[in-house]
Structure formats: structure tokens, C-alpha cells
């Protein structure tokens, strides 16, 4: 089952968010596109480290993505915010009912901001959960709402990841990836 993911990234991405989607996605056999809002396909992430996505976000915005997921990081989730071209990816993704996602601050800094949350139940990094609608907040580590997962930081990127792997390619596969990763 061929599957295709988009991850965009930005300067100030959280790396190890973004990196642990990347990695275990890829693990799971989907066709992952890292795409940079940034201008240049190098990125600066979040603790200095140097990212050089596949794609710039406009020459995205035509593609259909079984996923697209975001990682958190600040001003990385702002600077996902800020693109009208990922807007648009991720407003079609929702009418489409395609998966998306997003960790850390990404679900309150950019889902939430784009009305893209209305009506679900979501999570995020502590320090953003007061600008998600209080009556969706759950303090959970990984949050499934129909076509939309979040999840709350760093220390929760691979659990999320094999959440959305579970999403895309069901429970088996998600252990077939587990395993060897010692998780």
C-alpha cells in the first residue's frame, strides 16, 4: 500500500519532532516529502540543526498527500502558520478527509489558529494548551479524532509517529515498526 506524506518545516522546526515523523514514516514504507515554508530548501531548526528538506511548499500545493503532519518548535509553528500555501494544503486535506496532524505547538499555533480543529478533540505542548477551545482539550500524550491527530512534544514524537502509521496502515504494520525499535 502505497502511501504519501508531506511534512513541512520551517526555521525553528523542533528537530527531533520532525526528524522521529520523518524516520519512522519512512520505516512504515510511505513516500515521505519534507517541504520547507522558508524560502530555501535549508532549514535551521530549533536547536541549530541544519535540515535540507526535498521540496519547496509551493511546488506542493497541486499534490494530493494520504498525510500531511507538522511538527512543533517555536518560531517553527509559526512560521508553518504563516504560509498560505500550507493553508491551503491543509484546508483541502481536512474537506478531503485526508489524514492530518500535528505535535507540540503546532495543534494550538497553527491547526487551531485555522479553524482546522473546530468540533475535535486535540492535544498539545503544555505551554500552548490554553489556546485550544477548553471544551476539546484532552491531556492525553497522543489524541485521535477522526481524520485528525495531535500530540504534545518531543517526548511523544515516536509515539505519535507509530500512531500515524497505525492511521495509515492499520496495527500491523505499526508493530512491524515498533519492534525493532525497541519501543
Known amino acids: 500500500m502505497h502511501k504519501t506524506v508531506l511534512v513541512p518545516v520551517a526555521d525553528g522546526t523542533e528537530e ?27 532549514i535551521t531548526a530549533s536547536r541549530g540543526v541544519v535540515i535540507v528538506a ?3 511548499i509551493e ?25 498560505a500555501d500550507l493553508t491551503c494544503i491543509l484546508k483541502r486535506q481536512q474537506e478531503e478527509k485526508r489524514l492530518y496532524g500535528a505535535i507540540c ?3 494550538a499555533v497553527v491547526l487551531e489558529h485555522h479553524g482546522l480543529l473546530k468540533g475535535r478533540q486535540a492535544t498539545c505542548h503544555p505551554g500552548f494548551v490554553d489556546r485550544l477551545a477548553t471544551r476539546d482539550r ?11 491527530l495531535t500530540s504534545r512534544g518531543p517526548g511523544t514524537a515516536v509515539e505519535f509517529a ?11 504494520k505499526r508493530e512491524e515498526v515498533a519492534t525493532p525499535m525497541v519501543i
Do not use: F
Open 16 to 42: 527531533l519532532e520532525a526528524v522521529a515523523i520523518i524516520d519512522v514514516l519512512r520505516r512504515a514504507g510511505a513516500t515521505v516529502t519534507v517541504a520547507s515554508v522558508s524560502g530555501a530548501r535549508q
Open 54 to 56: 526535498d521540496a519547496l
Open 59 to 83: 511546488n506542493c500545493v497541486e499534490m494530493n498527500y494520504d498525510l500531511v503532519v507538522l511538527p512543533g518548535g517555536i518560531p517553527g509553528a509559526e512560521h508553518l502558520r504563516d504560509s
Open 105 to 107: 505547538a503546532s495543534p
Open 138 to 148: 484532552v491531556n492525553a500524550r497522543v489524541v485521535v479524532d477522526g481524520n485528525c
Open 162 to 172: 507509530l500512531a500515524l502509521v497505525e492511521r495509515l496502515y492499520g496495527k500491523d
